[in-house]
């Protein structure tokens, strides 16, 4: 099945600085990637995603990119700020249809 | 509040006894997840059911474990002789299938903390 990899676990920022986490996959099949945040004690929220056939998408200060080749995806934050502090969960979804999550990743937004 | 909502919020339990949990998803929405999150871990996918069909289930869906979606709206969970390893929190997520080329966007519910004593 899927296995995602997901780094760095911790990743701290000085504000206005900007963010990025790293995720590996290992199912070729895989065509759909979406990155979710989850603030302490609520649901995961997706903030971006991206498919098999884009290689990088953007949304004001977010951005994904995606190399199939390599089989990796990055999530970008720009100019962050405190309320972007929060885990944030890549995840693939291969030739099975549920979600593979990566462990997380807790990012710290410094004043 | 047209969201997921899981019910109920919280569930503390003893060893051995039978839990139950519900899922209602976004009206319109075919798809409905299963997963289960621990501490410091990402959501792990149990079971799918596109309406009413279940159609994907985990390895880590053990014998224990049954969901059902009987007219393809709401959904349960029900955990049998529950055990401590099975403490965490339950979250459901649904999304509209389109086909192949169509949006998947899994929206998530606020989940159900099992707690196993």
């Known amino acids: 099945g899927e296995n995602v990899e997901q780094h760095p676990s911790t990743l701290s920022v000085q504000e206005g600085d900007s963010a990025v986490i790293k995720c590996t996959y290992s199912?070729?099949?895989?065509?759909?990637f979406p990155w979710y945040k989850q603030e302490l004690g609520k649901r995961p929220q997706l903030i971006i995603d991206?498919?098999?056939?884009?290689g990088e998408k953007k949304d004001q200060r977010i951005a994904v990119t995606l190399n199939k080749t390599a089989k990796h995806f990055s999530l970008h934050i720009t100019e962050t700020q405190p309320e972007d502090s929060a885990v944030y969960f890549c995840?693939?979804?291969?030739?099975?249809?549920?979600?593979?999550f990566g462990k997380g990743t807790h990012l710290i937004i410094q004043p | 509040d047209t969201g997921v909502s899981q019910d109920p919020r919280h569930k503390i339990t003893k060893r051995g006894q039978n839990v139950t949990f519900r899922c209602d998803p976004i009206?319109?929405?075919?798809?409905l997840y299963w997963y289960r999150q621990t501490l410091g871990q990402g959501p792990e996918f149990l079971t799918y059911?596109?309406?009413?069909?279940?159609?994907?289930k985990s390895r880590l869906l053990s014998d224990r474990f049954s969901a059902e979606r009987p007219k393809g709206s709401f959904s349960t969970l029900e955990i049998q002789r529950t055990e401590q390893g099975d403490s965490a929190m339950y979250l459901c997520?649904?999304?509209?299938?389109?086909?192949?080329?169509?949006?998947?966007?899994?929206?998530f519910g606020p989940g159900t903390r099992l707690t196993v004593l």
């Open positions: 059911f596109q309406n009413e069909a279940q159609l994907e």
């Open positions: 995840a693939a979804r291969g030739g099975a249809d549920g979600l593979t």
């Open positions: 199912d070729s099949a895989s065509n759909y």
């Open positions: 991206i498919r098999s056939n884009v």
């Open positions: 997520a649904s999304s509209l299938d389109l086909g192949a080329s169509g949006g998947n966007e899994q929206f």
């Open positions: 009206s319109e929405h075919n798809r």
